[in-house]
Every structure is written in structure tokens, then in C-alpha cells.
């Protein structure tokens, strides 16, 4: 995932999970999608096009995730994808268990300072 | 898969390169506003999205079965560049089908013959009654074994407690007139209980039962299958009607089903017998047994029953006034069931592993040969896969791929194989090895074609696995670094070869050996004196005459003998006479003890001779000799003088030569008249030329019936013998019908064959055995030498740049030579080493199937190796002089 060596790859999930939130906001295209994630984290985050395309893919075929034909700003044809009720579901269970696990690194993190 | 999902799937591939096209271009639109030239930003675009093609596939994956498409993609491939290597692919293809199909032809016939069970509903509880008698001295040279007699199958059909059913059956020939010529029909005598026991419901009428059985009441007969469609056109008004069998009329009361045999018999007609039920002897030992066991009863318990009804059997019948029906008891009968379906497997099991065991050898041999094959080619193949496994191929990928080749090929050549296999059955059923038992059953079913799939991916995996286990490593750089190029091949890469040519030069060795065996063993045989003569010119014909057509025995003699005449008198015939039985046609005439005048037996129970009668003239037809004394007359067999001839063993163990026996005198109980021994013959192989002949008594055809006063005995059946230039052809053969028809008309021919056919038919075991080896290993030599070839050429066009070397510094060619065949013969004898210890204590399982010779016979065991090293200079030697030939310019500048 990390482009150059100042980023950190992403723990398993946490692609699916802010492809989530972000289509939660509204259907977007791939594009869009990228540019999101990229303005929301103020550049902190850059979803890589070799792992976006195969995770809209599983999520599609995880039913989580719907696509229908779409234009894009500029017109052209594209596919809009949106979440379904599942990838909702499936949304809010990954958040908790997200919370959970960071506010556990967090303790642990805060134990260890000197 | 399911259209749908597929049309689904399609649609997403679509949307998926839809947003990805999408997706580039808004990122180049977004980098010409940046002020980046059109062009410049769509290239930039494209670099930063990276490879598309790759992208595509991963997210394809998602919807896939990964492995099995891109097995798909790798078999496409695989496909392509089989078609690229036309020759490496046929070879391939042709070695594999041929292994293969040999394989599974044999399979086949084994597991038909071996291991399917018998046609039969429930076929685990069928047993075959046999006894054994010990006690009976001499027994044991005559065919079978002691068989039951009538009295013992109503004993035990009526006191058994461990059997469903039971019966007795003796196969015989039928005249059948009336419906066309008259003919001689296969017919069966059968019991009440034989049909029950194999319980195959008839496919029209009824069975035969204990109703068919009354002397006095209905005669009746059932048909097979095919005699009711050669006969009666398959008509079911055929039920009821009568034909005339023996010259009784009898009614047609049922149709067997087609395939229907009994046990291991064909027949035309079930004839039922007509037992006394009150008053049969203990004697007449001729019936064979089967029965049906209660569900759940063991063989064991089956065989202590019949045990306990043996005393039951001596106090229940008689052998007539005066006579001690507990003397049987000398002999020890015991009863020794065994499963039906050994019974008529017989022997042949043993030659059938034999036979599977080579064939599959030779199939391994094949396969080394192909891996060899695939190893080159996969060196040639070396860069393309450095290459690969440089981009991140994986060693598995890799194997994967060389496997699946392999496995593909594999898989091609079990096709052709089963085109293959099922002519290869279709000629051995139409040739048929006449002892094979279950000929007809032989086919290929899905237990065989489940086999040649086993061998095909096993073989596929087996010749696979050296290039895949090789190639797929990870020390591959050196390719990059230009090794392969400047050095000679390494002994690391030449040494997978020689282990395989080694391997394979010790199974030819083997399969050599064996072929070699079975060819001396054969010869052994030939070289028998089978104790008649010039076989290709002996005519034989079977006639019967039945009570019914001729009551008189006397009678039956003068038409005997007048057929004799009129067949001697057809031209070309120089001789012609006739016995009960010929040698090796399978049948024991009759047997019974002798007592000699003046030689106390030392236990006063003297063995079974074999009993055979003779016409006059027919040792010489047959070109048995006489040692001593003279034949029988015309005389001696219408005055039923007391005399008869002995074979030369009994003449000799009883008065030390045959010469003493002449004129001494015996009988065979204390109430008939002296024998006198008028003559001496050689022994006869009566049983087979792997058999022992046994001691036999000839009497003249006519005689006077020892066991019931002032009647006669003259066999009814008898075989007469021909000695003509003529014999086998289709015009002799009219002629001697017009001859026999002169005589009756009602008489038909039967077993119309040569005495070669006779003869060849007691060796077909041993011949069939013998071309199979032969063929196996013939195959084993060539796919040898081939081998030896292979390797040593291509050692031969890898070192072309050491040779060069080597003649640039003065290496002599004739060094040369002898290096490269040098190291092709350290292979050969180390092969030849593994291949002997191999086959000594391997042999020992052809033991049984070996006549005159030991396993380890030393000729052999010399010879064969000899051969193959022989064979194996003269395939190095080929490419060894190609490498004397180089010329060490061109060598260095080559590459």
C-alpha cells in the first residue's frame, strides 16, 4: 500500500472500512473515491489503484457494495458504486470492533510512556 | 457453471475496465489542468495507475476460482507448445499409449477373469464340491482330482445342514436329429439343485428339477440361449415342443438367458440325469459338485458337514453283493470346498500377475524413457524459466506448470490408450488363449477405464516429477551468468539421466530374463517325446453312438469298426484307428486298480492306473511306439480275449523292463479272469507335456465287462484318429463325413481338429505366457537402448565444446570413442548388477509357471547380460563416433 517508505500500510480491513464510510457520505465513482480519501486525511492516506479496483471487487461480491452505471464530472461513462444495508451492517461492526482495538493500543501506548 | 453466473460475470469484467478507463482519464484531464501537455498527462496517468492488465486480473479474482483458471490459462499454453513440437509430442504420445494400453488390456483381463465376480446372483456363497483322496495312490495323475459319484450327491443333497442347494453336473456331447443335419450338440448333465444353486432365473419355461430326474417319468431338456436362436429362431412357441436328442424325444421345458454358462462351460442342451434314487453304487466318481452355502455359513463349516456325511455315504449304498462299502476308507475321501470362483479360475491367476507385472514394468520403462525426454526439454527450456522465476514466478508456479505437461501428456496418451486397449481385447478374445478361463466375460468396463486414468496421472506425475523437482529449484542464476554456455554439461545435470537409464537397464534386464525363461522352458517342452508322432498329419474326429440309436454293444463295435474302414480307405489316408480318449484332449476314460500275479501288493490296496481303450492300429497311427510284444487284433476284440497292453512306466517299475512284462498276468479283483500283457508301448503324456505320463492300462476297444458277468464293455464315445497328408482341410473333412454317413447317417462329427491343434491347445498356457513376456520384453530392449541413445548423444552435444578442447590438444578420436562409450557401459553393468539381484528373487514367483529348467538358470542369467551389453555399445557407439567426427574449429567457434 505505502508508496513511499513515510507511509505505513494499512492493517487488513481498514481499506474496505474507509471505502465504506466514504460511499456512506454518497455513491462515488473510483476516481472520486481516491481523490476522498486522499483530501479527508489531508494527503496522510493514499489508496494505491492496484488495491482500490480487487477490494471494490470482493466487496461487490461480498454484497456489501452496489454499482450502477454512472457519468463522471467531466461526463463520461463510469460505474458509481454506493453501500447496500449489509455493508452498512458490516460497517458498524468493524468500526466497534476498530474502536475497541484502538482505544486497547491507545491504554497500552499510554502505559508505556516513561 | 451456470450461464447466468458466466453472462454476469462477463458483465462485471465490463464495469470493472469501464471504471478503470474512466479512472485514468480523469486523472490525466486533472493533470493537463495542471498545465501537463495532453499527451505527457495521459502517459503520466497510465504510468501512475500501473499495470492495467494486472490491476484487471486481481480484481477479477475476486469472482474466480483462481487456481483452476489459471490452470485453464496454463493448459492453453501447454496446448500451444505441444503443437510447436510436433515429433517430441508424437514420440511422447506413442510411448505413453502404447505403455499404457498394454497395461490396461492386461488389466482388463485380469480384473474380468480375477477379480470380477462370477455372473452369478450372490456369488460369494458358491462353492465347488471337490474331494480329495489321499489314499487313492495314483490318483493324482489323472486330471481332477476324486469328482463325486451318484450316490454321494443323494447323500449329501439329502443329509446336508449347510446348504441352500446342491447338485452334480458332467458336460458330454448330444446327437441331435431331426431338426436339421444331424448334429452333435455340447450338452450338460445336470441334477435337480444345479440350476437352483446358480440361481439364474431361465428366460423362458422353467428349470430342470427333481421331477426331470424320474427314470420313468417326463423326459425333458433345456436350451441355451444361442442354440434356441440358431435352432428355433428365438421362437417362445419353442416351449412344449419335442426334439429328438440321442434318439429320445424330449420336450423343450425352458430357455436359458443369453450368457448363461455353467460354471465354465458352454453348452447347447441341459439334459437331465436319471439317477436311481435307491440304487446307485458307491462308485462312478464323475460328477463335479457345486453348491449354494446358507447365508452366514463359513467354507469351514460347510467342509466338516460333507466330512461327517462321508461315513453316511459308505453305510447308505453298496457296490453290490459281497463287496465291503467301508473299503473306501483306504482312500481317505475328504472333502476340500473350494470358493466357485477359484475353481474356475484355476492355474491361470498366477500367469495373469505374472504377465501384469512385466507389462507394468514395461510401463515404467516407458515412463524413464519420457521423463528423459522431459528432462532435455526442459533444458532447453532452462532460460525461458530463469527468466520466469527471475519476474517472481514461484517455485510451485513452476512445478505446477511442468506437472501439469506432464499430467496433460499423460492424460493424451491414456486416450489413444484405451483405442489402443480395446483392439489389443478384441484380437485377444477372437485369438483366445483356449485355457483362459472367462474369456467371454473379458471387456473393458469402468473398473479399467478407472485404471488407465490411475496410470495415466500416475505415469503423467511419475515421468514429471524429475524435470518439475529439477527446474523448479531456485539454483537457476547461473543460466543469467553464461555458464551453460562456455562450460561442459555438469555432472549434477547429467546425473538424474543416468540414474534412469541405470533403472531402466536393470527392469529390461528382468523383463529379459523372464522372456528368456519362458522361451527355454518352451523349448524344454517341445523337446518332450510327447509319446505320439507327426501331429500336423493326424486328423481326429469325436463320434458317440447313443443306446437309444444302437442298443447292442456289439454292434456299436462293427460300426466303429466299419467306419474305420471306409475312413482308411479314403485316399490319402495311410492309417486309422480309435481309443476312448486321445492324449490331451482332457478326458480320463476311466480308472481302476490292477493286481499283477505273483506280486503281493504291500499293502494290498494297489494304485489307479489310467484306463484307456484302443483300437487295433491306433498306436501306429498315432506313432506310439511298441517296446515289446505286439498290438491288438480284430480278433482279440471280437473274441474278447483276456489280454491287454501296458505303458512302459508300469511295465517297468512292476517287472523292471518292458520285455519281463510280456505274457505275465493280471486282473483287477479276485473274481475276473486273468489279464494277459501282450505288448508294451511308450508312455503317453496323456494330461498335458508338463505333466508326468501316467501309468496306463489299454484295453481293446471291445472287452468283456469285469464288473457285470457275460456283458460287454465298448465305449460308445470314442475319438478316431487319421494319419493323412490331407489333414485340417476343408475337403478332407467332407470326405470323411461322406465316409461316416456311409456308414449312419444319424452319426454326426464332433471336435474336428488335428492333433497339432490338441497339442498346441495343452501348451497354450505356456505359449501365451511366453509371447507376452517376449513382447514385454522386446519392448523393454528397444525402450532401453533408446534410452542408452538418448543419454549418450546428448552427452555428446553438450561436451561438443570439450571435444573440441580435447582434439585441439591432440586427444585421440579413437579415445574419444571409448570415453563416451565407456561411460555408457559403466551405466549398462551397473544396471545389470541391480537387474540380476532383481531377478534372482524375482523368478522365484515364476517358478510354478517353469518346466526344465531353474529360475536361476545359468545360460540365462549369462546370456542376457551379454546381449544387453552388447546392445548397449553399439547405442553408444553411434554417437560416440558422431563426437570422433567434430571438428574442433567448428566446435570453438560454435555457440
Known amino acids: 500500500m505505502a508508496k513511499n517508505s513515510e507511509r505505513r500500510d494499512l492493517f487488513p480491513g481498514a481499506l474496505e472500512l474507509m471505502i465504506l464510510q466514504s460511499l456512506r457520505l454518497r455513491p462515488m465513482h473510483g476516481y472520486a473515491l481516491v481523490k476522498h480519501i486522499k483530501q479527508v486525511s489531508d494527503n496522510l492516506l493514499e489508496v494505491e489503484e492496484g488495491s482500490l479496483y480487487p477490494a471494490l471487487q470482493r466487496m461487490l461480491r461480498e454484497g456489501w457494495l452496489d454499482s450502477e452505471a454512472g457519468t463522471s464530472a467531466k461526463g463520461r461513462p463510469t460505474r458509481i458504486y454506493r453501500v447496500t444495508a449489509a455493508g452498512l451492517r458490516h460497517l458498524e461492526q468493524e468500526v466497534s470492533s476498530f474502536e475497541k482495538m484502538f482505544a486497547g493500543i491507545t491504554r497500552v501506548l499510554a502505559v508505556a510512556q516513561p | 457453471m451456470s450461464m447466468l453466473a458466466l453472462f454476469s460475470r462477463r458483465r462485471r469484467y465490463d464495469d470493472l475496465s469501464v471504471s478503470i478507463q474512466e479512472h485514468i482519464a480523469e486523472r490525466a484531464d486533472e493533470l493537463e489542468a495542471e498545465g501537463m501537455p495532453r499527451a505527457q498527462a495521459e502517459q503520466t496517468a497510465r504510468r501512475e495507475f500501473g499495470n492495467v492488465g494486472l490491476v484487471e486480473q486481481r480484481s477479477r479474482e475476486a469472482w474466480q476460482w483462481p487456481a483452476l483458471e489459471s490452470i485453464l490459462a496454463d493448459l492453453k499454453f501447454i496446448g500451444r507448445r505441444l503443437r510447436r513440437s510436433p515429433g517430441f509430442t508424437v514420440t511422447v504420445l506413442l510411448t505413453l499409449a502404447i505403455g499404457i494400453g498394454a497395461n490396461t488390456a492386461v488389466f482388463s483381463v485380469l480384473n474380468s477373469v480375477l477379480l470380477k465376480p462370477l455372473p452369478y446372483p450372490e456369488p460369494d456363497r458358491l462353492v465347488s464340491l471337490t474331494l480329495e483322496a489321499p489314499g487313492a495312490e495314483g490318483l493324482s495323475d489323472f486330471i481332477n482330482g476324486l469328482r463325486l459319484s451318484a450316490s454321494m450327491y443323494f447323500t449329501f443333497a439329502r443329509h446336508n445342514r449347510t446348504f441352500e442347494s446342491l447338485g452334480v453336473w458332467m458336460p458330454s456331447t448330444a446327437n441331435v436329429t431331426g431338426l436339421a443335419q444331424p448334429e452333435e450338440v455340447h450338452s450338460e448333465m445336470v441334477t435337480d439343485g444345479v440350476l437352483q444353486t446358480l440361481s439364474v432365473p431361465p428366460l423362458l419355461g422353467r428349470w430342470l428339477t427333481a421331477v426331470d430326474q424320474d427314470p420313468k417319468g417326463i423326459k425333458s431338456v433345456v436350451l441355451s440361449y444361442g442354440y434356441w436362436q440358431r435352432r428355433f429362431g428365438g421362437d417362445s412357441s419353442a416351449i412344449g415342443r419335442s426334439i429328438m436328442i440321442d434318439s429320445d424325444a424330449r420336450e423343450i421345458v425352458g430357455v ?41 455359513i463359513p467354507i469351514t463349516q460347510a467342509d466338516a458337514d460333507i466330512a461327517r456325511l462321508i461315513p453316511l455315504w459308505m453305510d447308505s449304498w453298496t457296490n453290490g453283493p459281497g463287496t465291503n462299502p467301508h473299503w473306501y476308507e483306504i482312500w481317505r475321501i475328504t472333502p476340500a470346498l473350494r470358493p466357485l470362483k477359484q475353481a474356475v479360475i484355476g492355474d491361470v491367476s498366477q500367469v495373469l500377475w505374472v504377465v501384469m507385472a512385466t507389462i507394468g514394468l514395461v510401463l515404467l520403462i516407458a515412463c524413464t524413457n519420457v521423463a528423459n525426454l522431459l528432462l532435455v526439454r526442459a533444458e532447453s527450456r532452462q532460460q525461458d524459466l530463469a527468466v520466469r522465476s527471475a519476474l517472481g514466478a514461484g517455485r510451485g508456479r513452476i512445478a505446477r506448470e511442468l506437472l501439469l505437461e506432464s499430467v496433460t501428456l499423460g492424460l493424451l496418451g491414456g486416450v489413444v490408450a484405451v483405442v489402443i486397449a480395446s483392439e489389443g481385447l478384441r484380437l485377444l478374445v477372437a485369438v483366445g488363449p483356449a485355457n483362459l478361463p472367462r474369456l467371454h466375460e473379458i471387456s473393458l468396463d469402468v473398473r479399467s477405464l478407472g485404471f488407465t486414468f490411475f496410470l495415466a496421472v500416475f505415469s503423467g506425475l511419475l515421468f514429471g516429477a524429475i524435470p518439475a523437482f529439477k527446474y523448479a529449484g531456485g539454483h537457476m542464476r547461473s543460466i543469467f551468468s553464461g555458464a551453460a554456455r562456455t562450460s561442459s554439461a555438469t555432472r549434477e545435470r547429467q546425473r538424474s539421466r543416468k540414474i534412469l537409464v541405470i533403472a531402466q537397464v536393470a527392469m529390461a534386464l528382468v523383463l529379459l530374463i523372464s522372456a528368456l525363461l519362458m522361451i527355454r522352458t518352451f523349448l524344454q517342452l517341445r523337446n518332450v517325446d510327447p509319446g505320439f508322432s507327426g501331429a500336423p498329419n493326424l486328423q481326429t474326429l469325436r463320434i458317440s453312438i447313443p443306446d437309444s440309436l444302437v442298443p447292442d454293444d456289439r454292434q456299436v463295435m462293427q460300426i466303429q469298426s466299419s467306419i474305420l474302414a471306409e475312413l482308411a480307405a479314403l485316399p490319402g489316408v495311410s492309417s486309422a484307428g480309435f481309443a476312448e480318449a486321445l492324449p490331451m484332449e482332457g478326458i480320463d476314460p476311466n480308472w481302476d486298480e490292477i493286481r499283477f500275479e505273483g506280486k503281493p501288493d504291500n499293502n494290498d490296496h494297489p494304485p489307479l492306473r489310467l484306463f484307456n481303450f484302443v483300437s487295433p492300429g491306433y498306436f501306429h497311427v498315432m506313432g506310439t511306439r511298441f517296446v515289446a510284444g505286439r498290438d491288438f487284433t480284430w480278433d482279440d476284440n471280437f473274441d474278447m480275449r483276456p489280454v491287454a497292453i501296458l505303458s512302459e512306466n508300469l511295465a517297468r517299475e512292476t517287472f523292471g523292463s518292458p520285455a519281463a512284462a510280456i505274457g505275465k498276468r493280471f486282473r483287477q479283483f479276485s473274481s475276473m479272469p486273468w489279464q494277459v500283457v501282450i505288448g508294451v508301448v511308450q508312455d503317453v503324456r496323456h494330461n498335458g507335456v508338463a505333466e508326468p505320463p501316467p501309468f496306463t492300462v489299454y484295453w481293446a476297444a471291445m472287452s468283456a465287462n469285469p464288473y457285470k458277468a457275460n456283458t460287454i464293455h465298448a465305449p460308445r464315445s470314442v475319438t478316431f484318429a487319421l494319419r493323412s497328408g490331407r489333414a485340417g482341410t476343408q475337403a478332407f473333412f467332407n470326405e470323411v463325413q461322406q465316409a461316416v454317413w456311409h456308414v ?119 546370456a542376457i547380460p551379454v546381449v544387453l551389453v552388447a546392445a548397449a555399445a553399439v547405442a553408444s557407439y553411434l554417437p560416440a563416433r558422431r563426437a570422433a567426427s567434430i571438428n574442433p574449429v567448428e566446435a570453438l567457434r560454435a555457440d
Open chain 2, 744 to 862: 449312419n447317417s444319424s452319426l454326426p462329427l464332433a471336435s474336428v481338429q488335428t492333433m497339432q491343434e490338441i497339442y498346441s491347445k495343452s501348451l497354450a498356457r505356456t505359449s501365451f505366457t511366453l509371447v507376452m513376456l517376449a513382447i514385454a520384453g522386446s519392448m523393454a530392449l528397444l525402450l532401453g537402448i533408446i534410452g542408452i541413445y538418448g543419454v549418450i548423444s546428448y552427452a555428446v552435444s553438450q561436451r561438443t565444446r570439450e571435444i573440441g578442447i580435447r582434439l585441439a590438444l591432440g586427444a585421440q578420436k579413437s579415445e574419444l570413442k571409448w570415453m563416451f562409450v565407456r561411460s555408457a557401459l559403466v551405466l549398462t553393468a551397473i544396471g545389470v548388477v541391480v537387474g540380476l539381484c532383481a531377478a534372482a528373487s524375482l523368478m522365484q514367483l515364476m517358478k510354478s509357471l517353469l518346466f526344465g529348467i531353474s529360475p536361476l538358470d545359468p545360460f540365462t542369467y549369462i
Open chain 2, 256 to 296: 436359458m438367458p443369453r450368457g448363461f454358462r455353467l460354471v465354465d462351460q458352454d453348452f447347447d442342451v441341459l439334459l437331465p440325469v436319471a439317477f436311481d434314487p435307491q440304487n446307485e453304487p458307491l462308485a462312478g466318481f464323475g460328477y463335479q459338485g457345486i453348491a449354494r452355502l446358507k447365508p452366514g
